[in-house]
């Protein structure tokens, strides 16, 4: 990516000797992408994808845990962002404020239940569309069996209101 030093790559690559061997070289762990415009550091890749080690050897070397980005946005908000929870546990492990809030005044947890919010409306859409599909099978009558268990113990664990046919 254009910007981004070794130690950006190789936290996003979670290349354990590569980011030993930058850190021992004084590379910098709080270093902001020269060229982006969010100012993102090497330990918000290490987090945005799950790079525990190379997220242990940032902080183990002085990488501030709560750096934000350019939009305030800390490594635990990348964590809460991506899925990463085991990522999120280690940085509140290492002393991340846990309700700092982003430049929106968003902290991760807003982030998770904005989140949360976005999901089920993707799995109530999801829903609708098997409904749908179902319903025309059914039509035609050429639902199979082993489709029709399967979508009903999908539907069955929905709310009902969640069904529009």
């Known amino acids: 990516m254009i910007g981004w030093t070794p130690l950006h790559w190789a936290c996003s690559k979670g290349l354990k000797n590569s980011v030993s061997a930058l850190l021992e070289n004084g590379a910098d762990p709080n270093k902001v992408i020269v060229l982006s415009i969010m100012g993102t550091r090497p330990l918000h890749y290490a987090v945005q994808y799950g790079r525990t080690k190379a997220m242990q050897w940032m902080c183990k070397e002085g990488c501030d ?57 993707d799995e109530r859409f999801l829903l609708q569309d098997l409904a749908r599909i179902t319903k025309d099978k059914i039509k035609k009558g050429i639902l199979h069996l082993e489709e029709s268990v399967i979508i009903s113990k999908t539907i069955s664990r929905m709310d009902d209101s969640m069904i529009v046919f």
Do not use: C, I, Q, Y
């Not at 750096?67 to 908000?77: D, F, I, M, Q």
């Open 65 to 121: 845990v709560d750096a934000p980005n350019v939009a305030g946005w800390s490594p635990l908000h990348f964590a809460v962002r991506h899925g990463r929870v085991h990522a999120a546990h280690m940085l509140l492990d290492l002393g991340a404020v846990a309700n700092m809030p982003d430049k929106s005044g968003h902290t991760p947890e807003v982030v998770r239940e904005m989140l949360a919010e976005t999901m089920m409306l």
